[in-house]
């Protein structure tokens, strides 16, 4: 694996992700309602942060909660043959409410079909959307996501790596071939 360039550094992260805090507010006309789930691992502290800068800038704090979506994988089987769950408790309250799955990249969107299948097994949320900080296109589901850090086209060969400060000791987003 090659580095093929650095595309985001922390501050790009940071005002990534305050963009994407104040465009939620905004499409949803306030933040009544509102809870922000992460899938793991990356996205459940990119809710975090996200959910900070909405209390910054609302002076209200959202209810976060996460997902692990393992049980819910379509490729389970080829991922390990007895999965672990980590937690059927999504640590909020869904139903009646407006999510917002986070996550770190989107790519074929069977993560995200997966964690919308554990959200609805827990509740019936009003209304799901989706805020990723990376989109790099390959769907192969009809999934779209309606908040976007940062639109990145790549190959199927190349890598995009993520990196959180939270789980990863810095905050990067870098490409390899």
Same mark, same amino acid.
């Given at each position: 694996m090659k580095l093929k360039a650095n595309l985001?550094?922390?501050k790009a992260i940071k005002r990534s992700l305050i963009r994407i805090s104040h465009e939620i507010i905004?499409?949803?006309k306030g933040i009544e309602d509102i809870?922000? $789930?992460g899938i793991k =691992? =990356? +996205?459940y502290p990119i809710a975090e942060r996200i959910a900070k800068n909405i209390e910054n800038i609302e002076g209200v704090k959202i209810p976060v909660g996460y997902v692990d979506i393992t049980l819910y994988r379509d490729d389970i089987t080829e991922i390990q043959d007895s999965p672990e769950v980590n937690s059927l408790n999504l640590g909020v309250e869904v139903s009646g409410k407006k999510v917002i799955l986070v996550d770190d990249v989107l790519y074929t969107c069977r993560t995200v079909r997966a964690a919308i299948d554990a959200i609805i097994d827990? +509740? =019936?949320?009003?209304q799901i959307q989706l805020a990723v900080l990376i989109d790099r296109g390959h769907k192969e589901l009809? $999934? =779209?996501a309606d908040f976007v850090g940062k639109n990145i086209p790549t190959s199927k060969s190349e890598i995009i790596a993520v990196e $959180?400060?939270?789980i990863d000791n810095s905050d990067s987003v870098k490409i390899y071939e």
């Amino acid at each position: 694996m090659k580095l093929k360039a650095n595309l985001l550094d922390e501050k790009a992260i940071k005002r990534s992700l305050i963009r994407i805090s104040h465009e939620i507010i905004e499409k949803n006309k306030g933040i009544e309602d509102i809870v922000l $789930i992460g899938i793991k =691992r =990356r +996205g459940y502290p990119i809710a975090e942060r996200i959910a900070k800068n909405i209390e910054n800038i609302e002076g209200v704090k959202i209810p976060v909660g996460y997902v692990d979506i393992t049980l819910y994988r379509d490729d389970i089987t080829e991922i390990q043959d007895s999965p672990e769950v980590n937690s059927l408790n999504l640590g909020v309250e869904v139903s009646g409410k407006k999510v917002i799955l986070v996550d770190d990249v989107l790519y074929t969107c069977r993560t995200v079909r997966a964690a919308i299948d554990a959200i609805i097994d827990r +509740g =019936r949320p009003a209304q799901i959307q989706l805020a990723v900080l990376i989109d790099r296109g390959h769907k192969e589901l009809p $999934i =779209r996501a309606d908040f976007v850090g940062k639109n990145i086209p790549t190959s199927k060969s190349e890598i995009i790596a993520v990196e $959180i400060e939270e789980i990863d000791n810095s905050d990067s987003v870098k490409i390899y071939e």
